[in-house]
């Protein structure tokens, strides 16, 4: 394996807002929770180690100072500074385990962590796998999920088109083309972003709410959409009826979805492999079916496997400099107001003898955007998680809010008299 790997440029421009933010926290991740006691730190540790050849990139670090910045190996790595344990403090203690690993600092050295989390009961506990987003995407960090704790298999790709002469000049134009869109799209428009009264506080809670995946695949198979689809109409839904509680007015909300542009024999890289696309949320349609059907219109483009084969030549093509602008574009609240992922993590998993009972994501929330928002598919249940600074309005309300969406386009697909 090369001693230094080159970042990409996504990799690049994520440095660039970080520089440009350095208040705002960048990291993102995961929780696993799991039932029976929870092994000694030693042990755990132990177990991290045992799993490390599998995911090389965990070892090295990220030398900024290089032109341009690489990954290098890790001369000083060591567990302790990267795998952690947070023990109650009482019931009586300011924050939980849980709340302080996700506000436990990350080493600049240090771009992940890994922290057991002791639960209030003897039989339960969860860990906790935090990371700088330059570090990883969260197709990545399910790999790493997937090494560590569980069963599932890697993500399943497209093979490769034919590369003929015509066949490369037609990708070529098709991805210009659709640079060339991209990049109208996220162009200022007065108007755009929306108006919230509050001054962050700069600290972040994590919001969650469960439903049975079987009940989005339900609602996705009535309308011939996916689940991803169903989950961002009912988030429309949310944001609408949170609108009005809140008094936050939202005239337009776009919602910035990653797309994974690996290739079909890649899965363990290092950074970042996704390409931002936003996506309309119809905020003031009434209709739960008519919100599906625009959700569903506005994603289906980037399903096609032409545009999808454009994406990943964007983003294996893109210079450097045409894509710090766009990622400074996007992630803009004039253009987005929130990340919004979805990624299926594994069908089960465990460490040692104890199970993993179920997963949650740690949304990235970007500076001046409302929420960060991401949904996990792990065994049979459909998990959604909210990032939230503790000053927005009512941002306890958005986990209800989004179940209760999803039993309206429930309740559509039952029969009329």
Known sequence: MSADVRTHPIDRAYLRLERAHPDARWDTGGIAYLSGRPPRLEDFRAYVGMHLPKLPMLTHRLERTARPPVWRPDETFTLERHVHEVVSAGPDAAQSPLETALGAPLPRDAPWGLWLVHGRAPDEYAVCYRFEHVCQDGIAAALAFRTLLGTGEPARRPLPAPRGRGERLRRTVMALGLGTKFAFDVL??????????????????????????????????????????????????????????????????????????????EEQTWGNRTFAVPVQLPLSEDSPSRRLVLVAAATSGVKRSPRRQAIHDLVRFMPARPTAWYMRRITSPDVTAMVTTSVPLAEGGALGSTDVTGAALLPLLLPGHLCGVGLAFFGEWAEVSFMVDHALPLGERLPDLWTDSVAELERGLAPTD
């Open 188 to 265: 200022p428009v007065p108007g755009r972003r929306p108006a919230v009264p509050f001054v962050p506080s700069g600290r972040r809670r994590l919001l969650r709410a469960r439903v049975p995946l079987e009940r989005l695949r339900r609602i996705g198979t009535a309308h011939g959409v996916s689940a991803n689809d169903v989950h961002l109409a009912a988030l429309a839904g949310a944001l609408g009826r949170w609108s009005g509680e809140a008094g936050v007015p939202l005239r337009r909300a776009s919602a910035l979805m990653p797309v994974d542009a690996r290739r079909h024999d």
